[in-house]
């Protein structure tokens, strides 16, 4: 079923003589959820759900675009700097990139990052799965013919 058919059918189902306003409201809501779907099913809590990614992907393509937006020129009908936000809100949205800072971290009972970024928690977890990377077998190298398949060798 299309959008417009569940919209369609969330108007139908208002019961008695709802108002302008009413129907708007309900309309509005279904499209809403229709088209944006929350990553978690809380439609059984009643009240709309903001989609976060969409949101935060916004604040972060403002950010940045206010940093570089006077750097992006605008030449006639090519316009450098709408085409550049358009395309750094789809990969920051597609990504899911968010930034968490220390004040985040701190709120949500974290601890705090060391110089590099992360907790040492965090660094030794990297470190295991580097060193672990390292010291996995190379594949066999494979060689056909005169055509050499794999890491060549010398």
């Known amino acids: 079923?299309?959008?417009?058919?569940?919209v369609a059918a969330d108007i139908a189902e208002i019961p008695g003589n709802p108002s302008v306003h009413e129907?708007?409201?309900?309309?509005?809501?279904?499209?809403?959820?229709?088209?944006?779907?929350?990553?978690?099913?809380?439609?059984?809590?009643?009240?709309?759900?903001p989609e976060l990614r969409r949101n935060r992907?916004?604040?972060?393509?403002?950010?940045?675009?206010c940093l570089i937006g006077e750097y992006l020129c605008d030449h006639g009908e090519n316009r450098g700097s709408?085409?550049?936000s358009a395309v750094l809100f789809e990969?920051?949205?597609?990504?899911?990139?968010d930034i968490?800072?220390?004040a985040d971290r701190t709120?949500?009972?974290?601890?705090?990052?060391?110089?590099?970024?992360v907790t040492a928690e965090e660094l030794?977890?990297?470190?295991?799965?580097?060193?672990?990377?390292?010291?996995?077998?190379?594949?066999p190298i494979v060689i056909t013919a005169g055509i050499t398949a794999g890491p060549v060798l010398k």
């Open 57 to 65: 992907a916004t604040q972060l393509t403002a950010h940045i675009m």
């Open 91 to 97: 990969a920051l949205y597609e990504s899911g990139a």
């Open 82 to 84: 709408r085409k550049a």
């Open 124 to 139: 030794r977890i990297m470190e295991a799965k580097r060193m672990e990377a390292m010291l996995r077998p190379m594949p």
């Open 23 to 49: 129907i708007a409201r309900v309309a509005i809501e279904a499209y809403q959820r229709e088209l944006w779907r929350p990553a978690f099913d809380i439609s059984s809590r009643g009240g709309m759900v």
């Open 100 to 102: 968490i800072t220390d």
């Open 1 to 6: 079923m299309d959008i417009v058919a569940k």
């Open 107 to 117: 709120t949500a009972g974290l601890r705090p990052r060391g110089p590099y970024g």
